[in-house]
């Protein structure tokens, strides 16, 4: 069984720049979360996705949005990028409304 | 506050030695615990979890203990083994944060380094 995917990996940006971030959530799982980690910040949550409705959002300035789509795929977009939003952009997936989050490997966003 | 954090931010012990990895909570309301082992490079992978209406959770090498008496958690793992070595995060989930299992407070995690 597939694990969840991210894509792409690795990515460089530049300031005022816009990215998004693709997430592929292992199959049968309809809850989709998507967490930001910095050495100074550590591991923070961005929102969760569920039915392609936002359940939950984290403490972002609205430059961080994301949707999922009726397959459970879902999509992050940071816009105006800044040195500060270089991160690894991790996002999780589980079957239902609870139970153990699978990460997937991580998207290394680095912004010049 | 929202804060998870973690009593130790290296530790290191010899192979075979049981490891501890405390961990304290600041929110009485949280009713779910996780830790999670991330290795270089990796996203964080479930070790093990434990629900607020128990204190003790055994698997297979580690055990989980909860004090809600004192907001504490730690994560015994036994006779560790070089693959052991990573950062370990402890998370908490409560209905304070949305309810919603899928946001977790991660803790700033604790590098665990193994020496052979």
């Known amino acids: 069984k597939a694990g969840v995917t991210q894509t792409p990996r690795y990515l460089i940006k530049t300031r005022g720049q816009q990215v998004t971030l693709s997430c592929s959530p292992i199959s049968g799982h309809r809850s989709v979360s998507w967490y930001q980690q910095t050495p100074g910040q550590g591991l923070q949550f961005l929102f969760e996705?569920?039915?392609?409705?936002?359940?939950n959002k984290g403490n972002f300035p609205g430059r961080f949005s994301g949707r999922q789509f009726s397959n459970s795929r879902s999509e992050m977009n940071v816009s105006t990028l800044e040195l500060g939003d270089s991160a690894l952009y991790l996002c999780?997936?589980?079957?239902?409304?609870?139970?153990?989050?699978?990460f997937g490997e991580g998207s290394r966003l680095t912004v010049l | 506050g929202e804060s998870v954090g973690l009593h130790l931010p290296t530790l290191s012990v010899q192979e075979g030695d049981n490891s501890i990895i405390n961990c304290a909570y600041s929110?009485?309301?949280?009713?779910?615990f996780i830790w999670y082992k991330q290795e270089s490079g990796k996203g964080p992978q479930f070790i093990i979890d434990i629900r607020s209406n128990m204190d003790k959770r055994q698997g297979q090498r580690v055990t989980v203990l909860l004090n809600k008496t004192v907001k504490h958690l730690s994560l015994q793992i036994a006779a560790t083994q070089p693959g052991d070595s990573a950062v370990y995060f402890c998370a908490e989930n409560s209905p304070h944060y949305g309810g919603s299992q899928g946001n977790l407070i991660f803790g700033k995690g604790t590098k665990l380094s193994v020496k052979p």
């Open positions: 996705y569920f039915s392609e409705t936002q359940r």
């Open positions: 999780a997936s589980r079957r239902g409304n609870t139970g153990e989050l699978f």
């Open positions: 929110n009485s309301a949280s009713d779910y």
